[in-house]
């Protein structure tokens, strides 16, 4: 067991490093279902599986062609015939023996018909390359069974992905500049007394240039706030006459000149982010103000839960502010003192993560669940991260298809350029009309293409007036997309598995922020835009 | 093939049948990058790596499995490839690229060369390759979530070296060795001690305490005292570490009490170090021993000792941040060096983090990028240079190189039938090392100054305030009599040189330059520099410092002691021939 574990952490050494083993746990933990291994889906379903996806199911109804073996890795010559989920899963298998894969020998229409339910087990569920029809109906049942689905589909250079999921709650989003959360212009009462334990003027020369720099931002600030009528520098000016007044507290050797004085100097970078008032994020508030957070009852998700927790503890104890994070940034200062102040910011959050548990605890008890329902750390990772928290919420397949509840402003607004991605997806959705009517997609023959331009365009037409767009769609468009011949070309298939592969991992591990809740991508061009349809 | 309808013109998939591409690195990009290439229809492909597979690249490497660990990545990576797709015709090369075997007619064997690299020296070297030999390029690379693909083709666009790239981070040796005051200098130091035991010993990677140390102004005299007070184990300064060690038979205890005691009382003597600082505090034996928090280093250097033992005389061990004796060992080493300077310890997580400069790698990232490297390259033959994804702009080393044989070609023939006379430099003089100045080194040969393959050369011309990055490729294939041979064409004067600004400052050249100047006079004005010489990517590091230190060096020889050394030179040789080179290695 522990050989099976170091042999794990060695082998996802340089993932661990990203998503933690947390992260990992998630991931294996998961169960995913893939509709349909065709180029994008082998290739998502292999970046899955590399990173060590607990069980994957591969669905697809299809037999393995001469044109799948052409794009397609995981599928081989010898395996034309057979069917495409069994003979993907036998390749993709001997990727990681830690994953277990299973394959269904069905068409996802068939399964919907029989036992749509078959669909309510996985974590997550990829369908890819599906017709209009198929992917409509898949999204309505998944929508009910409140299970993620991410539709991702290559055509010709065009990569499109649309992800479905009611309500998806991030606790660790890892933003790319957070602040630090140093409370110097609301010190609590710890901090205050650490602080005034400290007399700058009467050290010796070593402590003086070996105390962090926020004790002398934190001292300085004293200082000013008695010439200042308790204010906190809030312009360049003050604030720049604030660096000058800790600048003027650099010690002077016996000439009179400056000593050098590293910690003075982090100090003085760091007053503009350092006096940043304290307050909760406006993303947060929005949580705290949420209709899930304010009617707890006993299926309440843990997320909600300790976000009521968090909000009351803010509401009272707090006084308006967050738990304190409990983190400092590295700075030049002795050990022993660089610890010290670690300790007061860590014994702060750690009594202010008790008291959100405390509050959680009675929360839990109020709607009849036991109190270990949540863990401690579960509850102090979420304190850590209150400034950070998100929720993704998408609208659902069937308000972005209908003439009532479609995004046309988003439309209208995008389209006024020609160019923008955006008509990209009034392709697609042109080319899906085409194949209602057809039964095939624009191009796929040679011989098809000119008629299947004018065909097209109608199609293009009939969507502008169903859904009454005033916009313009190029032709160049359209004779681009009866171009591409529905085909799938390997690369852009290489990058769609990448990237849909990465969002399902945030998915599933519940960090990162997913995309909400078109992505279109260009390989032409090589541009991409999300968009909210 | 199905996937080329369509999406592709008919020329464009046509030409990749017949093309040949290099792919360079058979790693995380590497191998996604292959099977797009074969699935896209390329059917000629040459793959070249010299490294071996280890566990952790299996959550990303898709073409390895367990049962290939230890095994040649590109040698693998052909075989993978070929099962699944057997009408691709793919040669695989267990080699390092920088090898001079690898020369300009190699690169002009290809179409196209894409890098799959992880290291900033390879990718440096195959950017100069590339442009000797006129053949595009595709530079990618991958850390993490990020990403980036980019087009390099002489004459069209930026080239690899133009734009700076920031510099990994060094400690001074002092700081490794007396004072450290984070803990990646513990670690660094352990990694150093590693090597000193077991491995490659490096000057450069002394773990003792340092008596050099600027900071202490020692007095021989204390210090000698001072040594026979502190120095119980008598020899161990006389003799190597690792000589010590074995002397020892590697017995921990000894080790340990040289390392976390005896060294330390002796940094203690060196009291000036702790006015300003905490004192650091000498471990005991058996206290940590009891404790058992660091792990149990003796066991980790019975493990190492047994595996340098069966390695057999000589041998060597290589550290490997995925080498678990050789991690639990520096991981021990540098938490027992933090404790002794009172710092928090650190995980073997985070130890391994940044002891082996860990960049996290997952397999999507690779996957979107080696995606975006086969449209750039699809672009790329079908010459849509305007289309691709790159940046256009004048490139730093105006697509200059040299081949010549490093061992056969002069300095004197470099100097002045190359740069004078192929390029207008008009008066070369070059610059030798430090003191040098060297009049005979005339007749030396370019690689005596320690110039190969691949290292480029600055030649400033401050007559004319010109600059001309040269890229030198050895070559052993030149025609008879043909001394060099040049590539691409120097601009007549320099537009705006992308040299670091200290070139720029030095312009005392120019202002002699209003009057006509004698040889002697002239011959001072220019130098050639080696500005960088491909070592491993930590050497690169010095690039700048050790460039702007001898630039500032030379403008107050210029200044200063200018007339004397000029005189001494021209006593000794006609003023053409008073050159010099600074060899920054």
Partial sequence: MTDNKTSKEQKYDRQLRLWGDHGQEALENAHVCLINATATGTEILKNLVLPGIGVFTLVDGHKVSGEDVGNNFFLTSSSIGKNRAQAATELLQELNSDVSGNFVEESPDKLLDNSPEFFHRFSLVIGVQLPESTYLRL?????????????????????????????????????????????????????????????LDNMEKKDHSHTPWIIVVAKYLEKWYSEHNSQLPKNYKEKEAFRQ????????????????EENFEEAIKNVNTALNPTKVPSATEDIFNAEQCENITSQSPSFWLIAHGVRDFVRNEGNGKLPVRGTIPDMIADSDKFIKLQNVYRDKAMKDAAVVSKHVEALLQSVGKPPESTSEQEIKLFCKNAAFLRVVRCRSLAEEYSVDTFNKDEITSCMYSTDSEMVLYLMLRSVDRFYQQHSRYPGVYNYQVEEDINKLKLCVNSLLQEYSLNVNVKDDYIHEFCRYGAAEPHMVAAFLGGSAAQEAIKIITHQFVPFNNTFLYNAMSQTSATFQL | MAQLVGPLRKELADSLSSCRVLVVGAGGIGCELLKNLVLTGFKNIEVIDLDTIDVSNLNRQFLFQKKHVGKSKAQVAKESVLRFCPSANITAYHDSIMNPDY???????????????????????????????DIPLIESGTAGYLGQVTVIKKGQTECYECQPKPTQKTFPGCTIRNTPSEPIHCIVWAKYLFNQLFGEEDADQEVSPDTADPEVAWNPADAAARATASNKDGDIKRVSTKEWARSTGYDPVKLFNKLFKDDIMYLLTMDKLWKKRKAPLPLDWTEIHQLGVFGYIENYVETLRSQLIEKGEGAELVWDKDDPPAMDFVTAAANLRMNV????????????SMAGNIIPAIATTNAVIAGLIVLEALKTLNSDFDQCRTVNLQCCSFHVGVIGLVQILTLAVFAFDCLRNVFPVIGPSVQVSMKTTSVSNNNKFLSDF??????????????????????????????KDVEFEVVGDAPDKAPVSSVPEE?????????????????????????????????????STMETSLESSNRKRKHHDADTDDAASKRKRLDQQPADDDEDIIALD
């Fill in chain 2, 503 to 539: 070139g720029k400052n030095i312009a005392n050249g120019n202002k002699d330059s209003a009057q006509p100047s004698t040889s002697s006079k002239a011959a001072e004005d220019d130098d050639v520099l080696i500005v960088d010489s491909d070592e491993e990517p930590s050497s």
């Fill in chain 2, 103 to 133: 020369n300009v007619e190699f690169f002009r064997n290809f179409q196209l060369v894409m890098n799959a690299l992880d290291n900033r020296a390879a990718r440096n070297h195959v950017n100069r390759m590339c442009l000797a030999a």
């Fill in chain 2, 450 to 479: 320690g110039i190969r393959n691949g290292s480029r050369l600055q030649a400033d011309d401050f007559l004319q305030d010109y600059t001309l990055l040269v890229n030198l490729i050895h070559s052993e294939e030149l025609e």
């Fill in chain 2, 341 to 352: 300077f009172s710092m928090n310890m650190k995980s073997r997580f985070d130890v391994k």
């Fill in chain 1, 245 to 260: 007044l800790i600048r003027e507290g650099i010690l002077t050797n016996e000439n009179g000149t400056p000593e050098d």
């Fill in chain 1, 139 to 199: 999204g309505s049942v998944l929508w009910e069974a409140g299970v993620p689905f991410l539709i991702c589909r290559t055509y010709g250079l065009i990569g499109y992905m649309r992800l479905i999921v009611k309500e998806h709650t991030v606790v660790e989003s890892h933003p790319d500049n957070a602040l630090e959360d140093l409370r110097l212009d609301q010190p609590f009462t710890e901090l205050k007394h650490h602080v005034e334990s400290h007399d």
